[in-house]
């Protein structure tokens, strides 16, 4: 079964968008206009015969290969991977092209519109508006300003889960702190 670019060009031409097919490559090139990126290009990739799908964003984020906070940046993206379906991070370490991808294997299976539609929303959104601006504040400071909303959910979460629970937790911190057994920072 699989996919081919002709169905991929359909769906593309539902959503009244311009793109280039380059069937040479097996692969068809569109873009995007964005807030937090110049040339959001998407390059939709079809691979052994139509039974592997990938769909990404070419040179997302620039000057990595030897920025000075080049392992947090990267560690940032394996965080971003794991807090968010479907998205993958790629570095290439020979030129410093970092890649957002969405990638699966069809098989004996095919990709229906709503699961592209799908795919290249949930592309355009994660990269766009959560990943490219944290990765760009990592890139300033070093930090990883994702790690403090992290720790903000999970409190949220706790406390929504059980209430009081988090009170409880803080008193036994500040007895710990007085008895001199925990941990200085």
Known sequence: MAVNLEQIAHYLDNLGWDYRLDEEEDRIITG???ENIE?????????EEGKFFRLFAP??????????HKVAILQTMLAISWE?????????????EIRAII?????DSTLTEKQFNRCLSGLIQLVDSVALPRLQA?????????????GERILLSIQEQAPGLL?????AMEARKKR???PSE
């Open 103 to 107: 990638e699966f294997p069809l098989e």
């Open 138 to 150: 990592v890139m300033e400071t070093g930090q990883d300003p994702g790690n403090v909303e992290l």
């Open 32 to 34: 995007v206009e964005s």
């Open 167 to 171: 009170e409880l937790l803080e008193k």
């Open 180 to 182: 001199g057994s925990f």
């Open 59 to 68: 040179q997302v984020l620039a000057g990595v290969q030897d920025h000075p």
């Open 84 to 96: 968010t379906k479907m998205l993958q991070w790629e570095y290439d370490p020979s030129d410093g």
């Open 39 to 47: 040339d959001f290009l998407i390059v939709v990739q079809l691979d």
